[in-house]
């Protein structure tokens, strides 16, 4: 599991360690690491033009440091100080030993010491950045040409806890984060701004930080927690999946959902619905009905919603099953807030970013601006865990870090395919997975799956559900390398 946790534990972590040991040993750490990652970065040191952007905190401190460093190794270093007298005082004088260069932002030289630079440093603020990046530091992260861009800890102007960027914020090829990862190192749009991030170990031990705020399930993780059928295992015991689904007008939502569910784990695929005939004619296995799901037979979990339009009698039903239901779509529009909360068991809500806005009563681009704040929010009102689909996928439940997925590509940008990961998570629930989990494990698998599928090249849904078997085979392999 890749564990994220926020400025407070972060502090706390660091605050455990630095009276363990002597001081300064903590910025000393972060600052080896970070030169040893501008090393590999550059290739050749000697003779390589680096330019440090320096604010008044820690940060600044680490990329001065860092900074010497480089320069003891033969590197041109100039560091551009935006807040001159509260620059760190140590790396300064560390950095000046060393040979490094100072400047002021506001001297003319400062946008050419950054323009020619091959290699920029970001050290205008880390953990204790605030908003955006103010105005003297924007207009040299402007000045920045062809330099790979190294952030230290994470990239100014995205907020640590959240990855929300208000205002500018420096885009970083590479991101030195020290001791933990942050949420907004994982969160788009935060996540973006990073690029490839790095984890220095500075000796915080998980026992120092405390409850972690976010985690991404790793390969591993997946693997134990998929559902593999044993020696006694019958279809029932695998577990039903019913599908409410589909509708006259958009028969394909529910052949979609099946197309998920069959891939999913379940031993079996109900489906529900007017689109019974599209369903059989693609998967002759799904066991369809056309009457109430009440009437349907055994099921173990509902998915309800795609291609639904305005049928809220069936979805009503399903609700009222004591079983766990994941509602997609048209099914999220319907579904009152207390008939979820109300449920006794297990509801998981997969909206996309339109779909959570409508919910929350707000603007889409609040929503994408910050996913965690809308994904939790819309869990605390349902009682409910919620799995926000984009860009950057959270399953959020009321307790418990938020689960970010780490797999996916735009290229699942495409109609229908979430109408697969509804059938998928689904049958995940189905077969004895908990929402949580459900939801994440689809997520993981299915942007594998998007992945596979598309390798760089358009896709349809039902590509990405063929997909899936590769997937699982490959993650379910124990023996993987
Ligand atoms: N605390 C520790 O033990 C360690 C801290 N480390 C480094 O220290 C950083 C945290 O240092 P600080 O707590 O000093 O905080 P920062 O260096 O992140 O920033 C705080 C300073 O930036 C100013 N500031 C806030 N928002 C700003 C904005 N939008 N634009 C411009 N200036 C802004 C504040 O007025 C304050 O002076 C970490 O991110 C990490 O890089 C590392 O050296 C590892 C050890
Ligand atoms: N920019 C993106 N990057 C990665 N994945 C994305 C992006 N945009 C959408 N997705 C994924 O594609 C799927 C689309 O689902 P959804 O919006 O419900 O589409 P539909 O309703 O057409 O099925 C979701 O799994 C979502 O997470
Ligand atoms: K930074």
Not at 129 to 146: K, N, Y
Not at 347 to 368: D, K, S
Not at 432 to 457: C, I, K, M, T
Request: proline share 5%; hydrophobic share 45%.
């Amino acid at each position: 599991m890749r564990t994220a946790y926020s400025v407070e534990s972060v502090r706390a972590g660091e605050r455990v360690v630095m009276d363990r040991g002597p001081e300064g040993v903590l910025m000393q750490r972060a600052a080896a690491g970070l030169a040893a990652e501008c090393a590999r970065l550059l290739g050749k040191v000697y003779g390589a033009r680096v330019t440090l952007l320096v604010g008044s905190g820690d940060n600044g401190g680490d990329a001065l440091y860092a900074g010497a460093r480089l320069a003891r190794r033969g590197a041109g270093v100039s560091a551009v100080l935006l807040a001159p007298e509260r620059a760190h005082t140590g790396g300064l004088a560390a950095l000046r030993a060393a040979g490094g260069l100072v400047v002021g932002a506001d001297e003319a030289r400062a946008e050419g010491v950054v323009a020619r630079a091959g290699l920029v440093v970001d050290g205008i603020v880390g953990i204790g950045g605030r908003g955006g990046l103010r105005e003297d530091a924007a207009r040299l992260v402007a000045a920045v040409r062809d330099a790979v861009v190294v952030a230290v800890d994470l990239p100014s102007g995205v907020d640590a806890d959240t990855g929300e960027v208000h205002g500018d914020a420096v885009r970083a090829d590479v991101t030195v984060t020290f001791g933990a990862y942050k949420p907004g190192l994982l969160i788009d749009p935060g996540r973006e701004y990073a690029g490839v991030v790095r984890l220095v170990d500075i000796g915080l031990a998980p026992a120092d930080l405390g409850r972690a705020e976010a985690e991404a399930l790793q390969f591993a993780d997946v693997e134990r927690l998929l559902p593999v059928p044993g020696g006694e295992s019958d279809k029932y015991r695998r577990g039903v999946v019913g599908i409410v689904a589909g509708s006259e007008r958009y028969p394909g939502a529910a052949v979609l959902a099946v197309a998920g569910a069959l891939r999913g784990g379940a031993g079996a695929v109900r489906y529900v619905g007017p689109a019974a005939d599209a369903v059989i004619a693609r998967f002759p296995e799904t066991l369809v009905s056309t009457g109430p799901p009440s009437k349907a037979g055994r099921v173990q979990a509902w998915v309800v919603g795609p291609g639904l339009g305005e049928d809220a009698e069936r979805l009503g039903e399903v609700l009222a099953a004591d079983v766990p239901v994941l509602i997609d779509a048209d099914g999220l529009r319907l579904a009152g807030e207390r008939d979820v909360r109300e449920r006794r068991a297990p509801t998981l809500l997969t909206p996309h970013a339109g779909e959570a806005a409508a919910l929350l009563g707000v603007a889409r681009e609040e929503v994408e601006a910050g996913r965690l704040s809308a994904a939790r929010e819309l869990a605390r009102r349902y009682g409910a865990t919620v799995l926000l689909k984009g860009s950057t996928t959270l399953v959020a439940s009321g307790e418990g870090p938020v689960r970010v997925n780490p797999t996916g590509t735009p290229w699942l940008a495409t109609a229908g395919s979430g109408d697969v990961l509804s059938g998928l998570a689904g049958s995940l629930l189905a077969a004895g997975l908990d929402a949580r989990d459900a939801g994440s494990v689809g997520a993981y698998l299915h942007g594998l799956a998007g992945r596979y599928a598309s390798e760089g090249a358009p896709v349809g849904a039902h590509d990405v559900a063929n997909a899936i078997p590769a997937v699982w085979r490959e993650v379910g392999r124990p023996d993987r390398g």
